[in-house]
């Protein structure tokens, strides 16, 4: 029953992984100029959407000494999770979101322009037991200079639930 539940786990967590489709955040960074390699910017909105379908986007725009990186929000956008989520949940995946941004910076800064990281968020229940967890995914293609898009994609898993 253990051999069992570990290979539907690793499936479940492979297939999370994989999982494309409409991006939930689309990161566009342009037009930095010669701090771009820095990933610093002047101009950084977020703006949400509360159409499905419709993804948030996070611009950086222009030559300035600011992170792109995504603000804590009160709405997260998400076709792919039906239900509110928490307080806890959308601060646990707003970080979550912050590092895979700043580990494409990272690789940017070690000549690997494009690539696909994810990471798993588990956030506890506070109504009942049990974890809901999440998968974030991101796919990214820069230029040298650090400027391109970043697709960021937001699902959820039962991998953790107990009851």
């Not at 290979?7 to 689309?26: D, K």
Request: with cysteine.
């Amino acid at each position: 029953m253990k051999k069992l539940f570990l290979l539907l786990s690793m499936i479940s967590i492979v297939l999370g992984t994989m999982a494309e489709g409409q991006p939930n955040v689309i990161v566009h960074k342009s037009n930095g100029g010669f701090w771009a390699w820095l990933n610093l910017y002047n101009e950084i909105t977020y703006t949400t959407s509360d159409v499905e379908g419709v993804p948030a986007q996070l611009n950086c725009f222009g030559s300035g000494f600011s992170a792109c990186r995504l603000p804590r929000f009160s709405t997260y956008p998400s076709t792919a999770i039906p239900e509110v989520l928490s307080e806890n949940a959308e601060i646990a995946i707003t970080n979550a979101i912050n590092e895979l941004i700043a580990e494409s910076e990272l690789d940017g800064s070690k000549g690997v322009y494009s690539g696909r990281r994810s990471k798993t968020v588990a956030v506890a229940r506070t109504s009942r037991k049990g974890f809901d967890t999440y998968f974030v995914n991101a796919t990214w293609n820069y230029t040298k200079d650090g400027e391109g898009t970043m697709n960021i994609y937001v699902s959820q898993s039962n991998i953790l639930n107990t009851k």
